[in-house]
């Protein structure tokens, strides 16, 4: 079976704006095709495209919201004595869990609607419920956790520690040499110098492919910039290296604004 082509780190940021531009299209759809349904009696179809528009649309804001925190990209890094770090803002933590707990209820509603549906609504029933389970399949380490994390990324002249939303972390050193293979299904592979490829979910991790990219590539090849992660000079030093190019600001992908 012939591998599957690896899209660039700028299509993958391009591909951003189309997700982001198809579910805000279909949602306002939804509504009205539950209200047709409903008036035909067809209360199963109309409760399932209801609740499927609610979940788009909260799906919606939280892609806005995250467009929003990208272009200022610059507020969550931050730096002390030993390391730089980049530290998402509750609001974008709130921004991630919303959409995935209204999906996660779609078990209930999904339920609901076998109970009030006749024999043939059978369809209904099973999309609402698969999508619950797959929303609570991604949902569950955080609950697990008892506790939503903003940490995302920490350097320091020896490696770099990369923190999921649950609190889990991954260190890696710099002479694992890590560098940032293909974005697959909402996580980054991360390749490493005699070890598995790592996964890391980027979904809602406010900056571009591209500078993750090139923020992985730096660092894991410039020793002399290493070395400034451990001085005045650690904080400065990242900000310079995930600037945006002339190419990214122009081609309407979300990045770092001017």
Request: proline share 5%; aromatic share 6%; net charge positive.
């Amino acid at each position: 079976m012939p591998n599957r082509p690896r899209l660039s780190m700028d299509k993958v940021d391009k591909g951003r704006n189309r997700t982001q531009a198809v579910i805000t299209t279909v949602s306002p759809i939804l509504t009205p095709l539950a209200t047709l349904f409903y008036h035909a009696d067809n209360m199963t179809a109309s409760l399932g495209l209801l609740y499927t528009s609610l979940v788009m649309a909260s799906a919606a804001g939280s892609l806005q919201a995250l467009k929003n925190h990208v272009f200022h990209g610059r507020l969550w890094w931050t730096s002390n004595e030993t390391r730089t770090e980049l530290i998402v803002p509750p609001a974008l933590v709130r921004s991630e869990i919303l959409p995935l707990s209204l999906a996660a209820f779609s078990v209930v509603v999904g339920v609901v609607a076998r109970a009030i549906g006749s024999r043939d609504a059978w369809m209904v029933s099973l999309g609402l419920t698969t999508l619950g389970m797959l929303a609570l399949y991604h949902l569950f380490p955080t609950l697990r956790a008892r506790h939503a994390h903003g940490h995302r990324i920490s350097l320091s002249k020896n490696g770099l520690e990369l923190t999921r939303i649950d609190g889990r972390t991954d260190m890696i050193p710099w002479k694992a040499h890590p560098y940032l293979k293909e974005i697959r299904q909402g996580y980054a592979i991360i390749a490493l110098k005699g070890q598995e490829d790592l996964h890391y979910p980027i979904d809602y991790l406010p900056m571009s492919m591209r500078q993750l990219e090139r923020l992985l590539n730096t660092f894991s090849t410039d020793g002399r910039l290493r070395a400034k992660l451990a001085g005045p000079e650690a904080l400065s030093t990242v900000l310079a290296v995930l600037e945006p190019t002339e190419e990214e600001l122009a081609d309407s992908s979300w990045t770092w604004s001017r």
